[in-house]
């Protein structure tokens, strides 16, 4: 049993590396040229497949960690919902699908859910608690965010370009944290954290950039 989870885990940190790679690498060339889509791409099945393995080792007996178990869904909404935003740049569409508001409403469950988590960990003292809310929050934010994108469809703007972005530096966030926390083995408040405020600067970059060249 243990030599075929410990495949399993090999498999989960190949493709977790691979998709590691292709989000650095999409992020330094140029926005919407080929070679971008086919590493956004490999980003996305490499960390779709990563964190889909996660998942169910996260409660396998001596492996169980509920805190890994909702990132790797997490990660799954946000590669998911950012590639969903793509199909909004067609002016077609003119309304959010059941696959976009379940996806999405998914994720307000799970987040809302961790907020709660991290509240009653800090009220018994349990203060690595505190990422619950922190991810939860951002998760909180990103679907509220998605249902008043559904709701604004009409409105010519490029709103879901600032989406794409957002959810797809957000897995990379979640990816760069996996890698540190997991493959170098650092595993204090630090480490959980500083990418996903670098991650953010970052985001907040490329939104005003966005709506800039919109003005």
Do not use: Q
């Given at each position: 049993m243990?030599?075929t989870?410990?495949?399993?885990?090999?498999?989960h940190?190949?493709?977790?590396g691979?998709?590691?790679i292709a989000?650095l690498?999409s992020i330094t060339?140029?926005k919407?040229?080929?070679?971008?889509?086919?590493?956004?791409k490999?980003f996305?099945v490499?960390?779709?497949i990563s964190?889909l393995i996660s998942?169910p080792i996260?409660?396998?007996?001596?492996?169980?960690?509920l805190?890994l178990?909702?990132?790797?869904?997490?990660?799954?909404?946000?590669v998911?919902?950012?590639n969903?935003?793509?199909?909004?740049?067609?002016?077609?569409k003119?309304h959010?699908?059941a696959?976009d508001k379940i996806?999405?409403g998914t994720?307000?469950?799970l987040?809302?859910?961790m907020i709660?988590l991290?509240?009653?960990?800090?009220f018994?003292?349990?203060?690595?608690?505190i990422?619950?809310?922190?991810?939860?929050?951002f998760?909180l934010?990103?679907?509220?965010?998605?249902?008043?994108?559904y709701?604004?469809l009409?409105?010519p703007t490029?709103?879901?370009l600032i989406?794409h972005?957002r959810?797809m530096i957000g897995?990379?966030?979640?990816?760069?944290t996996?890698f540190?926390?997991a493959?170098l083995g650092?595993?204090?408040l630090?480490?959980?954290?500083l990418p996903?405020?670098?991650?953010t600067?970052?985001?907040?970059?490329w939104?005003?950039k966005?709506?800039?060249?919109?003005?």
């Amino acid at each position: 049993m243990e030599e075929t989870l410990r495949i399993f885990i090999y498999i989960h940190a190949f493709f977790g590396g691979l998709g590691l790679i292709a989000g650095l690498g999409s992020i330094t060339v140029k926005k919407g040229n080929l070679l971008h889509k086919r590493l956004g791409k490999l980003f996305s099945v490499g960390m779709i497949i990563s964190s889909l393995i996660s998942i169910p080792i996260s409660w396998l007996p001596n492996h169980k960690n509920l805190f890994l178990f909702l990132i790797g869904i997490f990660t799954i909404y946000l590669v998911v919902s950012g590639n969903r935003m793509i199909t909004f740049k067609s002016r077609k569409k003119k309304h959010a699908n059941a696959i976009d508001k379940i996806t999405s409403g998914t994720m307000l469950i799970l987040s809302s859910f961790m907020i709660v988590l991290g509240v009653y960990g800090l009220f018994n003292g349990h203060y690595v608690h505190i990422l619950f809310i922190l991810f939860g929050g951002f998760g909180l934010f990103l679907t509220v965010m998605d249902f008043i994108f559904y709701k604004n469809l009409s409105n010519p703007t490029n709103n879901w370009l600032i989406n794409h972005v957002r959810k797809m530096i957000g897995a990379l966030i979640a990816s760069i944290t996996a890698f540190i926390v997991a493959g170098l083995g650092i595993g204090n408040l630090i480490a959980w954290i500083l990418p996903s405020v670098i991650g953010t600067i970052y985001i907040i970059y490329w939104r005003r950039k966005l709506t800039a060249n919109t003005e």
